[in-house]
């Protein structure tokens, strides 16, 4: 489910508590982040023994505000959990959710 429209949640970003939860209550979520765990933990060590010093890893969403966020944030704390060095950088958190929502309800009929 998508936070942006929800008018409570819409001017808030994936490092809100609130959309955190959101996004976390959607009966996809969980099967998705074990998923993605399951996928990356195989792959850390054999980076690390080809001698790689980081990874990349990105995440995207319509807005870049909310779900992406959200998941990075919780994503990344995993890996500290797991012993892992983290460095996560936001592109579009600071996008103005406001203007997209004037623009979505101008395309309305």
């Keep these: 489910s998508n936070p942006y429209y929800?008018?409570?949640?819409?001017?808030l970003s994936g490092r809100d508590g609130a959309v955190a939860k959101f996004v976390q209550s959607d009966e996809a979520?969980?099967?998705f982040f074990?998923?993605?765990?399951?996928l990356i933990t195989p792959l850390v060590?054999?980076?690390?023994?080809?001698?790689?010093?980081?990874?990349?890893l990105a995440f995207g969403c319509t807005g870049g505000r909310?779900?992406?966020?959200?998941?990075?944030e919780l994503f990344a704390q995993w890996l500290r959990d797991h012993n892992r060095q983290v460095t996560i950088?936001?592109?579009?958190?600071?996008?103005?959710?406001?203007r997209h929502a004037e623009q979505d309800q101008a395309k309305q009929p």
């Design 6 to 11: 929800r008018d409570d949640l819409r001017p």
């Design 29 to 31: 979520f969980d099967p």
């Design 34 to 38: 074990a998923g993605l765990a399951d």
């Design 45 to 56: 060590p054999r980076f690390e023994a080809g001698g790689k010093s980081y990874l990349t």
């Design 66 to 72: 909310h779900r992406s966020v959200a998941t990075a």
């Design 89 to 98: 950088h936001h592109r579009d958190i600071t996008r103005d959710p406001q």
